[in-house]
C-alpha cells in the first residue's frame, strides 16, 4: 500500500515538474519576445502589413442625350505567372513538365503572337530562374479572353497550382467609336491621372470619384486587403448629344472631305430655342487620306471668318439705321480699291454686279457691295462699327463645357497694340482681319433664328449619382436681342435669299425637303508667316444657317477647310454638306408618314420594302407586324430577293461544317452563323453584308478569321 501511494505521488511530482518547466519556458520565451527579439519581430510584421493602400473608384460614365453609353471603364487584365509556387516543383516538377506543351501551343493558338516553341522557351527559362512575376501576355487581355485563358490546361487548376496571377486595370472606351469622340474626350493611360481633354477633362473631378483606403496584410502565405474606407464612384454625364444626329452630320462631311480631298473639316449642329448641342464633327485628314477626330477645332481654331461675317457687318449698319435693305450700292466691275488696295468680288472676271440692292449684296456676298456700305457710314468713326459689334456680343468668352475654347478676336481701333489702317475697316467688314472660333460664329446665327436672343451653347444636360440627377443644365442668355426687330426681319429675308434668290451663291441648296436659309463663305488662308502672296494661299469655305426657314429647329455650320479638288465654294461645296444633314435630319424627326409624300415618277418603286436576308422566322415576324406576306419555307435560313412584284426566298445551306453564303444578311445574323463554326469575325462597314473572304462551301476551321464586309 505504502509502495502505492509513493509511486503515485512520484509520478504526480514529475508531471507537475514537467509542467512547472513548460511554464516557465513559456514565461522565458515570452520575455525574449518581448525584451530581446521585440525589435526584429515588430520589422517582419512591418514588412507582412502594408496600409494606406489607395483604392480607386469606378469612373463615371458618358452618356448621349437618350442614355445610350458614349464612354466607359471597362476592365482589362495583365496576365503573369508565379512560376516559384510550390506545386510547380513537387515531385521533380511533373506538374509543370506534363502542361508545358499544352499550354504553350494553347497560348500561341489564341493570342497569335507567339509561336507554341516560342512560348515553351521563355517559360521553361522563366521557371529555371524562379520569377515570381512572369509576365506571359505584353498587351491588356479582356474579361473575355480571360475567362477563356482560365481554361486552359494547367491554369484551369487554379491560382495556387497553377501560378496564374492577374492584375486588373481599366481601359476607356468609347462604343460608338469616332462618333463625337474628340468633344467627348480621352483620358490618360494612367486612370488616376484623369481626363485629357474634352468632357472627360473639363468634369474630371465628378467623373473622377473619391478613393478609399485598404490595408493589405499577409496571412497564410497569402496577401489579403481588407477596406478600411469604401471608395466612391465617380458620377455620371448625360451630354445633349444625339448619337443619330450625330452620325448623320459626320457621315455627310466625312464623305465630303474624301471628295474634296479637304485638309479638315467641322460640322456643329445646335438645337435653335435651347442651344443644346446634337452634333458636333471635328475632322482632320491623317497621312494615309483617311479622317479622325485629333482636335477640337470646332472651338479651338482662331481663323478669318470670310462672308458669314458680312451679316453681322450689314445688321450693325441696317439697326444703327445707316442704310436701308432697299437702298442700292454700286458695286462697278467688281474691282474698288480701298487706299492702294484693291478689293474684288468673285465675278470680277465677268464685270461685277453693278449696281445692286443692299439684300443682293448679302444673297451675291459681294464684298465690294458690303464694304462700300460700312465704310460709307462708319469710316470717319470706325470705333462705332466696332462698338456695336461687341454690343451685341459677338467678342464674348463663351466658357463652353470644353477646355481650350478660344475667344473672339475682334480688333478695336482704339487698341494701340495693334495699327489700324485705312484697308482694316473695309476688310473687317467681309469677315477678315477678324478672328472667330466657328461655334461662336453658328452662336450668332442661331440668334437669328431664335428671333434675336442669344443663347450659349452648351453640351451637358445632367449629372446623376447611383441613377439620380445631382444637377442640371439650363438654357443661358447672352444678350436678349441682338438687334431691332424691323432689323431681324431684313436679315431674315436676306438669308433666305441667298438660296431663293436670283443672285444666291447658294442655289444647290434648296430642298424640296426643308426651307433652309443662312450664308455662304469663302475665306483666304495665309500660308506661312510672308503672308497671302509670298507664303502662299489656300481656302476655307463655310455655310452657316438654319432650318426649317419658316420656323427653326436647328442651326448649323459646316467648315471645310484647305480642299485640294475642285473650285472653293461654300455653297458648293459646305453647302452641299448642310443640305444633306438638314434633310436627313428633318426626315428623321418628321412625323408624317410614307404614304403622304409624293412618289417620284421616274422610280419604279417595289410593292414589298427591301429585306436583308437572314433567320427565317425573324423575317417572318417582321413581315407579319407589316401586315405583308412572305413566302412559306421549311428553312431556318434564307437569302430574299425584292422585286417589282413581291419578295422571293430561297434556302441558305447551314448544314456540316461548310461556311455558308453570308452574303445580303445583317451583321448580327451573319457573326451568329459564322461563330457558330467556331471562327473568329471580323466586321468592316456597316448596313448588309456584300462580300465574305472565305467561300460559301469551304470547309470552315475553328479558330480561322472570316472577314466581312457590309454596306
Not at 3 to 24: A, P, Q
Not at 77 to 99: S, T, W
Not at 676 to 694: A, F, H, P, W
Amino acid at each position: 500500500m505504502a509502495d502505492t501511494r509513493k509511486n503515485i505521488v512520484l509520478r504526480f511530482g514529475i508531471v507537475y515538474t514537467i509542467i512547472l518547466l513548460s511554464f516557465l519556458a513559456v514565461i522565458y520565451k515570452i520575455a525574449v519576445i518581448q525584451f530581446v527579439e521585440r525589435d526584429n519581430w515588430l520589422a517582419l510584421a512591418a514588412q507582412s502589413i502594408k496600409t494606406d493602400i489607395v483604392v480607386r473608384p469606378n469612373r463615371g460614365n458618358i452618356f448621349a442625350c437618350d442614355g445610350r453609353l458614349m464612354a466607359s471603364s471597362i476592365p482589362t487584365y495583365y496576365i503573369y505567372m508565379d512560376l516559384r509556387v510550390p506545386a510547380l516543383h513537387e515531385k521533380g516538377g511533373i506538374l509543370f513538365k506534363q502542361n508545358i506543351d499544352s499550354v504553350s501551343m494553347y497560348l500561341s493558338s489564341f493570342f497569335k503572337d507567339k509561336t507554341a516553341y516560342e512560348y515553351k522557351t521563355c517559360i521553361i527559362q522563366a521557371y529555371k530562374k524562379g520569377k515570381g512575376e512572369f509576365r506571359l501576355i505584353q498587351r491588356r487581355i479582356t474579361y473575355a479572353e480571360l475567362k477563356e485563358l482560365k481554361t486552359f490546361p494547367l491554369f484551369r487548376l487554379g491560382r495556387n497550382k497553377s501560378g496564374l496571377i492577374t492584375k486588373e486595370l481599366f481601359k476607356r472606351v468609347k462604343p460608338f467609336g469616332s462618333l463625337a469622340s474628340r468633344t467627348v474626350g480621352d483620358i490618360y493611360a494612367d486612370e488616376s491621372k484623369g481626363g485629357k481633354n474634352g468632357l472627360e477633362l473639363y468634369f474630371n473631378k465628378e467623373l473622377l470619384g473619391t478613393p478609399g483606403i485598404s490595408i493589405r496584410q499577409k496571412v497564410a502565405n497569402r496577401y489579403m486587403e481588407t477596406v478600411q474606407v469604401e471608395p466612391i464612384d465617380g458620377m455620371d454625364i448625360t451630354t445633349t448629344l444625339d448619337i443619330n444626329l450625330q452620325d448623320i452630320a459626320e457621315k455627310a462631311l466625312v464623305d465630303s472631305l474624301k471628295s474634296f480631298d479637304a485638309a479638315s473639316g467641322y460640322v456643329v449642329l445646335m438645337e435653335v430655342h435651347s442651344g443644346e448641342v446634337k452634333a458636333i464633327v471635328n475632322m482632320q485628314q491623317n497621312a494615309d487620306k483617311s479622317y479622325s477626330e485629333n482636335k477640337n477645332g470646332v472651338v479651338s481654331d482662331m481663323v478669318e471668318p470670310g462672308s458669314t461675317f458680312k451679316t453681322a457687318s450689314l445688321m450693325v449698319a441696317l439697326d444703327d439705321g445707316k442704310v436701308k435693305i432697299t437702298d442700292s450700292v454700286d458695286t462697278g466691275n467688281g474691282i474698288y480699291y480701298f487706299g492702294t488696295s484693291a478689293m474684288k468680288d468673285w465675278n470680277a472676271n465677268h464685270g461685277g454686279f453693278g449696281k445692286i440692292s443692299i439684300a443682293n449684296t448679302i444673297h451675291a456676298s459681294s464684298n465690294v457691295g458690303v464694304s462700300k456700305v460700312i465704310v460709307k457710314a462708319y469710316g470717319s468713326n470706325p470705333s462705332e462699327f466696332v462698338d456695336k459689334l461687341y454690343k451685341m456680343k459677338l467678342n464674348e468668352h463663351l466658357n463652353l463645357e470644353i477646355p481650350g475654347t478660344a475667344t473672339p478676336q475682334i480688333r478695336h481701333p482704339k487698341d494701340k497694340s495693334r495699327y489700324w489702317s485705312a484697308t482694316t475697316l473695309p476688310w473687317m467688314s467681309i469677315g477678315y482681319e477678324t478672328e472667330i472660333p466657328p461655334i461662336y460664329t453658328l452662336t450668332f446665327y442661331n440668334a437669328i433664328a431664335n428671333n434675336g436672343k442669344m443663347i450659349k451653347p452648351f453640351f451637358t444636360k445632367s449629372i446623376s449619382k447611383n441613377g439620380q440627377v445631382v444637377k442640371t443644365f439650363e438654357t443661358e442668355t447672352i444678350n436678349e436681342s441682338i438687334c431691332k426687330p424691323t432689323t431681324l426681319r431684313d436679315i431674315k429675308e436676306a438669308l433666305l435669299g441667298v438660296i431663293e434668290g436670283n443672285y444666291g451663291t447658294a442655289h444647290n441648296m434648296k430642298s424640296k425637303f426643308v426651307r433652309i436659309a443662312g450664308k455662304t463663305g469663302t475665306a483666304q488662308i495665309s500660308k506661312g508667316a510672308s503672308g497671302y502672296k509670298s507664303g502662299g494661299k489656300t481656302h476655307q469655305v463655310s455655310f452657316c444657317g438654319y432650318f426649317p426657314a419658316d420656323d427653326p429647329q436647328y442651326s448649323c455650320i459646316v467648315v471645310i477647310r484647305e480642299p485640294r479638288i475642285g473650285y472653293p465654294s461654300g455653297g458648293k461645296m459646305a453647302g452641299s454638306v448642310f443640305k444633306n444633314v438638314a434633310e436627313r435630319v428633318m426626315a428623321l424627326k418628321s412625323n408624317r408618314k410614307p404614304n403622304t409624300f409624293d412618289k417620284d415618277s421616274t422610280i419604279t418603286y417595289p410593292d414589298d420594302p427591301y429585306l436583308k436576308s437572314g433567320n427565317y422566322k425573324s423575317l417572318q415576324t417582321v413581315m407579319s407586324n407589316l401586315k405583308l406576306s412572305l413566302p412559306s419555307s421549311s428553312a431556318d435560313w434564307v437569302k430574299s430577293f425584292t422585286t417589282e412584284k413581291q419578295t422571293q426566298i430561297e434556302p441558305v445551306s447551314t448544314t456540316g461544317n461548310k461556311v455558308p453564303d453570308l452574303t445580303g444578311m445583317g451583321a448580327k445574323d451573319a457573326v451568329y452563323l459564322a461563330e457558330g463554326l467556331g471562327l473568329n469575325v471580323q466586321v468592316e462597314g456597316r448596313g448588309k453584308v456584300v462580300s465574305q473572304n472565305v467561300p460559301p462551301g469551304t470547309i470552315a476551321r475553328k479558330g480561322c478569321t472570316i472577314l466581312i464586309n457590309l454596306q
